[in-house]
């Protein structure tokens, strides 16, 4: 069974720096896409940024030129870093990978249980 496990939330103060990280484990072929979502409350869960397998990135409009994603393709881990974060950004951030196990045909979506950031003075 292939897991995710996200780390790095916490509180901070606006303007403040936070890098999240994700690590998944199991029977894992291949990963493609590597995503971070976020749900703040009483909102849908919205898609913050991607990675793809080849390294392209892309962003929401509301976290560009602030928010970085990268990965370590050997650790089958991928890291969100949010810089001059805003109260806005309060949320519950989750990372989506699609991958390919060993064993099976095609590829599924898989979620972490998320990590929660609060942006507050």
């Known amino acids: 069974q292939v897991q995710l496990v996200e780390s790095g939330g916490g509180l901070v103060q606006p303007g403040g720096s936070l890098r999240l990280s994700c690590a998944a484990s199991?029977?894992?072929?291949?990963?493609?896409?590597m995503d971070w979502y976020r749900q703040a409350p009483g909102k849908e869960r919205e898609l913050v940024a991607r990675?793809?397998?080849?390294?392209?990135?892309n962003y929401a409009d509301s976290v560009k030129g602030r928010f970085t994603i990268s990965k370590d393709n050997a650790k089958n881990t991928v890291y969100l870093q949010m810089n001059s974060l805003k109260p806005e950004d309060t949320a519950v951030y989750y990372c989506?990978?699609?991958?390919?196990?060993?064993?099976?045909?095609?590829?599924?979506?898989?979620w972490g249980k998320g990590t929660l950031v609060i942006v507050s003075s």
């Open positions: 989506k990978m699609m991958i390919a196990e060993f064993g099976t045909y095609g590829n599924m979506d898989f």
């Open positions: 199991g029977s894992i072929f291949r990963i493609y896409n």
């Open positions: 990675v793809g397998s080849g390294g392209s990135t």
